[in-house]
């Protein structure tokens, strides 16, 4: 069984940033692509990013481009996407996801955790 469970979400003032964390644990993949998604209320889930198993490769989403980062630590199972530049659209509940086959560029997350809020105020 894989678990991923989000943490780092939160209120933040617009302008503001805050740093998601990914934690993935049990029977954990040799390798895997990481991604990021992001649902808000009566909408549908948005892609955010997404990092390859090395970290080599990297994809954002068009609106977070220039103001999100998406990275990986594979020694801790950990994926982190720092937000800078926070907007009141950004407000969300955010996912992080994983893909086993590692083809980049991923289309098929199999794992997903339950999800962290972000809500950002004007």
């Known amino acids: 069984q894989v678990q991923l469970v989000e943490s780092g979400g939160g209120l933040v003032q617009a302008g503001g940033s805050l740093r998601l964390s990914c934690a993935v644990s049990?029977?954990?993949?040799?390798?895997?692509?990481m991604g990021w998604f992001r649902q808000a209320p009566g909408k549908e889930r948005e892609f955010v990013a997404a990092?390859?198993?090395?970290?080599?490769?990297?994809s954002y989403g068009d609106s977070v481009q220039g103001r999100f980062t998406i990275s990986r630590d594979n020694a801790k199972n950990t994926g982190y996407l720092q937000m800078n530049t926070l907007k009141p659209e950004d407000t969300a509940v955010y996912y992080c996801?994983?893909?086993?086959?590692?083809?980049?560029?991923?289309?098929?997350?199999?794992?997903w955790g339950q999800g962290t809020q972000v809500i950002v105020s004007s």
């Open positions: 049990g029977r954990t993949f040799s390798r895997y692509v």
């Open positions: 996801a994983a893909d086993p086959r590692t083809t980049w560029p991923s289309n098929e997350y199999d794992y």
């Open positions: 990092i390859s198993w090395t970290g080599a490769r990297t």
